[in-house]
């Protein structure tokens, strides 16, 4: 009952309301059909915020995958404080997103952050870089902070599908003679693979909503050139209170996340097939 | 146990190292900062241990930004969300593991699909709902939205912790004259006592966490979370990165100290959450 009014209702609301002028400054409240749309097809800042959130979406989960990978592949080995790294790598994970951000962007602040004073210093840049300021670095360092955030918890689903790799197909690859590469390219990789799919269709449900980050690092800005669909949505609904073109592209939003989550399930699928 | 040569035990240590640097080294930072003065701060050299050390940035943020208002109201959204996900969420994973509930697979499905809609196409919505019924600005709009967030994954880690308790233990006590709720109260739930502690931390964190619902319901500080709070630290002219520092470190330390000492049991309940289905 209550996931269903709590969740559901609202679903089906918004996808009303996307049809609907309702604005809660000029108050009207007709049905305009697929006006809404329309404008959205048009309207240059979404597609800015559209390009934007597929980006981040794509590099912070190939990234977090990768770099999972192999912080997993470290973990799967037995090695004296394998605990205390396991328990290190749910810090980020435990941290209030805004704390992550605050965090970041004092980190990688463009005057006195400890990110410029080390590139400084090992003569990798030769001026403070205003990573946040900048529209050059910006979305790029946002990206990095959700990499730092998130990276460890993929980590330690993909492991928990590494370990279910039967030990004895690995001891059998060994003494044939089989190098490390060998068995994770033809043994570790090709089970994993379903895991791999599924975590990365999590992660990418999830950033692609990205919020928290983009909003409190730099609101969007500068110059639009972090703007997401998230913030935009945010924007609209709550500093124009145009609720029924921000539900436009909320709704939107909602219809691409379907579709990344399509084409994951198809892969899934194949991939399947193909092991069984 | 394999021999492995000298160079992947050092590869493997100094990978090993990267993760602990990578994953504790910025917030060992942050919580440095939290000590330091501001004139250290925007000093040439920055320095990992505070000195001197200085608590100015803790008093500035409870009293001067008045941190306390958000943590309790953080700490009541919280353990009022927890609390109700257990409550709703064991009795709907018993519901569906031992009585006969019809598609009852079916329901599982849907349920978990709650937790894939994005939540800035309901925030909209819900807002609309919380203004129409009188609810923005109360710990009870808030609420009712983290249960609807946290219950997914509640509902299905105990679900599948239910599922491993062997039937029985049901049969035992129905025989013994039972009913379907003693069953529950006196036999399921203690026996289950890991798993209720981790749904519930991790209900816990989410309400703990979470900024978009709280953003969009909440605007003045009897009701804004903390994650609010310090998002509204900064003032126009400097940001004090201090201040947010020392914030950051109130409601982050709490939270790793408990995450540390269940991380076992957490990272069993979100692998089973996340990945299991």
């Not at chain 1, 990978?69 to 435990?94: K, N």
């Not at chain 1, 990798?124 to 979305?139: H, R």
């Not at chain 1, 001891?171 to 090709?190: C, H, M, Q, S, Y």
């Not at chain 2, 983290?146 to 049969?171: H, Q, S």
Request: charged letters at 10%; a negative charge; one cysteine or more.
């Amino acid at each position: 009952m209550s996931l269903g009014s709590v969740s559901f209702y609202p679903i089906v609301n918004g996808v009303y309301l996307s049809f609907t002028n309702r604005s809660l400054i000029t108050q009207d409240n007709d049905f305009v059909g697929i006006a809404n749309y329309l404008q959205l097809s048009a309207d240059p800042s979404f597609w800015n915020a559209w390009w934007h959130t597929i980006w981040f979406t794509t590099a912070s989960t190939g990234l977090e995958t990768l770099i999972g990978l192999v912080m997993a592949l470290i973990l799967c080995e037995a090695f004296s404080g394998r605990g205390i790294v396991r328990a290190a790598m749910l810090v980020p994970w435990a941290m209030p997103t805004v704390v992550t951000s605050k965090m970041f962007g004092w980190l990688f602040d463009g005057q006195h952050g400890i990110i410029n004073f080390i590139l400084l210093h090992a003569g990798l840049i030769d001026q403070n870089v205003n990573w946040y300021g900048a529209p050059e670095t910006a979305l790029t360092t946002i990206i990095l902070a959700d990499v730092w955030k998130t990276t460890p918890f993929m980590a330690l689903l993909l492991l928990t599908g590494l370990q279910t790799v039967p030990k004895s197909l690995i001891e059998a690859a060994r003494v044939d003679g089989a190098r490390a590469w060998t068995i994770f390219w033809n043994i570790r990789l090709p089970l994993l693979l379903p895991t791999l799919l599924i975590a990365g269709l999590f992660r990418a449900l999830d950033a692609f909503r990205v919020f928290d980050l983009v909003y409190v690092l730099t609101g969007g800005g500068p110059a639009d050139s972090t703007e997401t669909l998230s913030t935009l949505s945010y924007k609209i609904l709550f500093s124009t209170l145009q609720f029924g073109y921000g539900s436009a592209v909320s709704t939107a939003m909602f219809m691409t996340e379907g579709v990344i989550a399509l084409v994951f399930c198809l892969f899934l699928v194949r991939q399947l097939r193909k092991t069984t | 146990m394999n021999e492995r040569s000298a160079f992947q035990s050092i590869m493997i240590y100094f990978g090993a190292l990267l993760i602990l640097i990578w994953s504790a080294g910025p917030f060992l930072w942050q919580f440095s900062t939290s000590f330091q003065h501001d004139k250290a701060l925007t000093e040439g050299t920055p320095s990992l241990i505070p000195d001197p050390f200085t608590l100015e940035h803790y008093y500035n943020a409870f009293v001067e930004k008045g941190l306390h208002h958000y943590v309790l109201n953080s700490l009541v959204v919280s353990l009022a969300t927890t609390a109700l996900c257990l409550i709703v969420g064991s009795l709907a994973a018993f519901a569906l593991s031992r009585l006969d509930v019809k598609g009852r697979f079916g329901i599982l499905m849907v349920i978990l699909s709650v937790s894939m809609f994005p939540q800035i196409a309901l925030v909209g919505p819900l807002y609309l709902i919380a203004s129409d019924l009188g609810l923005l600005d109360t710990y009870r709009a808030l609420i009712i939205t983290y249960l609807a967030l946290g219950l997914p994954l509640v509902t299905w880690v105990l679900f599948g912790y239910f599922e491993t308790l062997p039937r029985e233990i049901d049969e035992a006590a129905r025989i013994d004259g039972v009913g379907v709720i003693g069953l529950l109260w006196h036999i399921i739930l203690p026996m289950s006592l890991p798993s209720l502690v981790t749904t519930g931390l991790l209900a816990f964190i989410t309400a703990w966490n979470e900024f978009l619902f709280a953003l969009a319901f909440t605007s003045d500080r009897d009701s804004q979370t903390i994650p609010v709070g310090i998002a509204n630290f900064t003032n126009q002219y400097y940001v004090p990165w201090g201040d947010i520092a020392a914030a950051s470190a109130v409601v982050t330390v709490p939270l790793i100290v408990l995450v540390l000492f269940f991380q076992r049991h957490i990272i069993e309940g979100l692998t089973q959450g996340g990945i299991k289905e």
